[in-house]
């Protein structure tokens, strides 16, 4: 399995269950890695026939800068949906930080793997 991924997608968004985090945005930033096979591009040299990691980009920048959620793993499971669902990829691993979320620590966050290894 080859790996398409993308780093340090910063996205401003609601995110949080305080009422302070409620009233405004926050940036999250993504890591995704997302398993998939480049065979076929690689030979045709044809954009269609690959992951568009800038279709993905912009799909999460729409979504998740309209989400409102309470919990970062709510969001990272709603985004593993997106991806394997509507881009049909078998396998990823997410990584969403909220940085400064908490005192004194640089990064906070989770990190989900989803695929057909690991029982989705």
Known sequence: ????????????TIIGIY??????????????EMGTDI?????????EDTLN????????????GESEFE??????????EIIMTEFKVPWLR??????GAVRGVRDVGVIIER??????
Do not use: P
Request: aromatic letters at 6%; hydrophobic letters at 40%; zero cysteines.
């Open 1 to 12: 399995m080859d790996i398409i991924y993308l780093r340090d997608l910063r996205i401003d």
């Open 19 to 32: 009422d302070w985090e409620r009233r405004m945005k926050q940036t999250i930033i993504i890591d995704l």
């Open 39 to 47: 065979r076929k591009a690689a030979n045709s040299d044809n954009i």
């Open 53 to 64: 990691y800038k279709a993905v980009a912009k799909r999460l920048m729409s979504y998740v």
């Open 71 to 80: 919990l970062v793993e709510t969001l990272a499971e709603k985004i593993a």
């Open 94 to 99: 997410l990584s969403l930080n909220k940085k």
């Open 115 to 120: 695929g057909k290894n690991n029982k989705e």
